[in-house]
């Protein structure tokens, strides 16, 4: 049995087949499937059963999966102890990043870490806050940049604070204005984010709250191609504030949102509550202690 097996198992399982496994793990599908059968074998017991296109985990596969999470886990915590001994001359930084706003907010402090680390590897994933969370659980992520946790499995650092706005097509009814509230686009069809943003929910709560249920209409993780649904007049999408005004476009108008308190984009950076946290971890912390979101990023 081999950390490579267990780490090509947990990616069929977290990425629902083979082929994705493949994509996340940058080899091919056909290697996956032999390091998965190389760990049946050794352990001599099914870990799945293959039904039609669909994956399903046996009794021992369960076991499996659990067990070999906890083991890659302490294999990664027990690397970064060891690289931190060469203060950070060399090691590794697993970061999750949101696919909002990082051009916005971390291009630049990304190429800081990078002239003050140069010799630090980043293994870098982006994605909503859920995926974030499930990839530093498991591990694969030691700090991630995701919606303020109430989870108590969760350690953060709070890093900004935005509002949001809404982006609307320059021919909508209410484009004239210059602030709006949530309940004024009852009738207008949402562009929502992909179910893995957190973000959502506390849209539809929001919307609830105000009684009605907004229609969708679309869904996308890419900023861009939401800003191009609305300049097509598919609807309306409600962005950071720092991500939307990169948005205006022609065909394309940015309201301030009046909307309740709690539907905000405030981003933190998580980890397990106590993780050891290598000394890359800890840089990248102190680095956005030291450079905080001003007025002007907003």
């Known amino acids: 049995m081999e950390f490579k097996q267990l780490r090509s198992f947990i990616e069929v399982m977290h990425q629902g087949g083979f082929t994705q496994a493949a994509k996340t793990l940058h080899i091919s ?4 499937s032999k390091q998965v059968a190389q760990l049946e074998q050794s352990l001599g017991t099914p870990l799945l059963e293959r039904l039609g296109s669909q994956l399903r985990l046996t009794a021992a596969g369960s076991v499996v999966l659990q067990r070999a999470e906890g083991m890659l886990r302490l294999r990664n915590e027990l690397l970064s102890e060891l690289d931190d001994l060469s203060q950070l001359a060399r090691g590794e930084l ?3 990043l949101p696919l909002l706003g990082s051009d916005a907010l971390f291009a630049g402090l990304f190429a800081e870490y990078r002239r003050r ?8 994933l982006e994605g909503g806050s859920r995926n974030i969370e499930q990839a530093v659980l498991s591990g694969e992520l030691e700090l991630g940049g995701s919606l303020l946790p109430k989870d ?5 650092q709070p890093f900004c604070d ?7 097509p320059a021919d909508h009814p209410l484009a004239a204005k210059s602030v ?6 009852a009738d207008t069809p949402f562009l929502l984010y992909q179910r893995s943003f957190v973000l959502n929910d506390r849209l539809l709560q929001a ?15 890419q900023a861009d191609f939401l800003a191009a649904l609305v300049a097509a007049g598919q609807g309306v999408v409600l962005l950071p504030s720092v991500v939307a005004r990169g948005l205006v476009r022609p065909g394309v108008v940015r309201l301030t949102l009046n909307a309740p308190a709690y539907l905000r984009w405030d981003i933190a950076f998580i980890w397990r509550q106590g993780a050891y946290l290598s000394k890359a971890a800890q840089a990248w912390l102190a680095l956005l202690r030291e450079r905080p979101v001003s007025p002007a990023e907003r």
């Open 152 to 156: 108590p499995q969760f350690a953060f």
């Open 94 to 96: 697993r970061l999750g």
């Open 180 to 185: 709006i509230g949530l309940e004024e686009l």
């Open 162 to 168: 935005e509002p949001l706005d809404a982006l609307l």
């Open 117 to 124: 680390y140069p010799n630090i590897s980043i293994h870098l």
């Open 29 to 32: 599908q056909s290697a996956v």
């Open 207 to 221: 919307c609830q709250q105000l009684g009605f249920t907004p229609k969708e209409g679309g869904r996308s993780g």
